[in-house]
Each structure stands twice: as structure tokens, then as C-alpha cells.
């Protein structure tokens, strides 16, 4: 089953009476259980698809349909997780679970959404931070922290732009190893869209992959990733596939970059 469908989206600004186009003719449809990263170059849009997705931005032209419904806005069944956690800084790590599953499970009892807080957590090793406030938290903890509330309100879909980006190596893989589990061991696998600028990651963690050409973004490709689940880092990394396709997916961004810094160049000797 199709859940979400992007039919010819297209996003422009206008600055001084001319359009910039940010994004131009996405179409893409993302089935019941898929989990698709964007990649492509800075600036190409993804962020902005994302934030059209989830309703905090309409498009210039074209549509997003959720479960067969028109986007219109922000709603429950849309769970976000940006590059900078999100977290209310006034409130304690398990407040920030509370308040988030209170405002989505409206027949729920305190009881009840108190032991679910406590239980994601426990899921993501933060219970002897329950009483934390998130400036005192690392980076780690935080998006830790953003992904348990993600996950803890039940959306149908999961919207994740670069929630990683601002973690060293190592913290990365940590986060990289426990959405896995999260989404694919410990929980149903709800449909995801995830924008990285990280190949290995998008390898590891998709079912496809959508590659984004240079401002304007378009769709340069789709990749199919497919690797069986669970997937283990250390095993697929030595897989003759798998390096193929990582060389495959850099051979096709390093063309793109190429061709945008052509088209500059270019630009630049039609002003001169």
C-alpha cells in the first residue's frame, strides 16, 4: 500500500521579482513500511521536501498525500526528528517524553503514559537521566532523547532530517545502530523518509534511495537497496555488493557536484 505520495512538487521563492526554485517535479511514492533516504548535495532541497511533507510548508506547485489524504498541516500521525533534537529546554528529559505522548494519546491514563515515557527511556539507556534538563545532556543523549519521543507517540510515519549530522563518528554509529533496532527489531517498521549526506548510512539503514541533483533538485536517480533484514554493520561493509554500490552512489554525487560547478563556472564567464 502506497502511504505517501508526492505528485510534481515544486518549491520557488521570489526575491527582487525573480523565482528561485528550490525544488522541481518530485514525484515520488513511498509504500506501507519503506524506509527511503534522500541524498544529494547542500542546498538541494531536501530539508525543504521534508518540511513539505510534514506540513510546515506548502509547495509552490504539486501536492502531498499521506495515507490518501491531502497534507494540509502538521498532525499526530507525522513524527519529526531534526538535526537540532527539537526538545523543550524547560523541561526534564522524561517531561519531554510526557508532554509529547499526553498531546497523542488523548485516551490514555496518566499511569499509562507515565510508564510508557519511562519505558522509551529505558529503551534508548536515559532512565538515570529522567530528571535531566537537555543543556545538560551531550549531543548523543539529546537526539537519543528526540528519537524515544519520535517513537513513543505512535506516528504512521517517521520524517528524519540529518537527525545525526552533528554527531562525531562514533556517537553516529551508536545512533545509527539503535534506530535500527528500533525500527526494525524492537518495533513495527512504520514507513520513514531520512535525508542524510552520508552514502554509508543511507546503505545501511534503506530500502531505496532517492538521489537529488543540484539546486534546483530533481530526482537524478532511485537506487534499490537490497540488502535482507536485520542487517549487521560489520558483515555488509565487507560485501562485494555493497561496495559496489557505495562506489556506484559517490561515482553518480561526484558527477552531479561536477555538473553544478560547470554550470557556475559558466554563469560566471556569461557576467563577466
Not at 551531550?138 to 552533528?166: C, H, V, W, Y
Request: with cysteine; charged share 25%; net charge negative.
Amino acid at each position: 500500500m502506497t502511504k505517501i505520495e508526492i505528485e510534481n512538487v515544486s518549491m520557488h521563492y521570489e526575491v527582487d521579482d525573480r523565482s528561485f526554485f528550490v525544488l522541481e517535479n518530485i514525484n515520488l511514492h513511498l509504500q506501507d513500511g519503506e524506509f527511503v533516504s534522500i541524498i544529494g548535495p547542500s542546498g538541494c532541497g531536501k530539508s525543504t521536501l521534508i518540511d513539505i511533507i510534514a506540513g510546515l510548508k506548502k509547495p509552490s506547485q504539486g501536492e502531498v498525500r499521506v495515507g490518501g489524504k491531502k497534507v494540509q498541516g502538521p498532525g499526530p500521525d507525522l513524527g519529526i526528528v531534526f538535526q537540532d533534537y527539537s526538545l523543550f529546554p524547560w523541561m526534564t528529559s522524561y517531561e519531554n517524553l510526557y508532554f509529547a505522548i499526553e498531546h497523542t494519546n488523548e485516551n490514555s491514563s496518566k499511569g499509562e503514559m507515565s510508564a510508557k515515557a519511562k519505558k522509551y527511556l529505558d529503551i534508548v539507556g536515559l532512565s538515570n537521566f529522567s530528571d535531566k534538563f537537555p543543556n545538560t545532556l551531550s549531543g548523543g543523549m539529546r537526539q537519543r532523547l528526540a528519537i524515544a519521543r519520535m517513537f513513543a507517540t505512535d506516528p504512521k510515519i517517521f520524517l528524519m532530517d540529518e537527525p545525526f549530522g552533528a554527531l562525531d563518528a562514533l556517537n553516529r554509529i551508536h545512533m545509527q545502530d539503535l534506530l535500527l533496532y528500533l525500527w526494525s527489531r524492537g518495533h513495527s517498521r512504520e514507513t520513514t523518509l531520512y535525508v542524510t549526506h552520508d552514502v554509508d548510512e543511507a546503505i545501511l539503514l534503506s530500502d531505496k534511495i532517492v538521489i537529488l541533483t543540484p539546486s534546483p533538485g530533481k530526482i537524478k536517480d532511485i537506487i534499490d537497496v537490497e540488502f535482507e533484514r536485520p542487517r549487521c554493520r560489520s558483515n555488509l561493509v565487507k560485501c562485494a555488493e555493497y561496495i559496489r554500490l557505495r562506489s556506484d552512489l559517490l561515482s553518480i554525487l561526484n558527477e552531479e557536484m561536477l555538473d553544478a560547478l560547470s554550470e557556475q563556472e559558466k554563469h560566471m564567464r556569461d557576467l563577466a
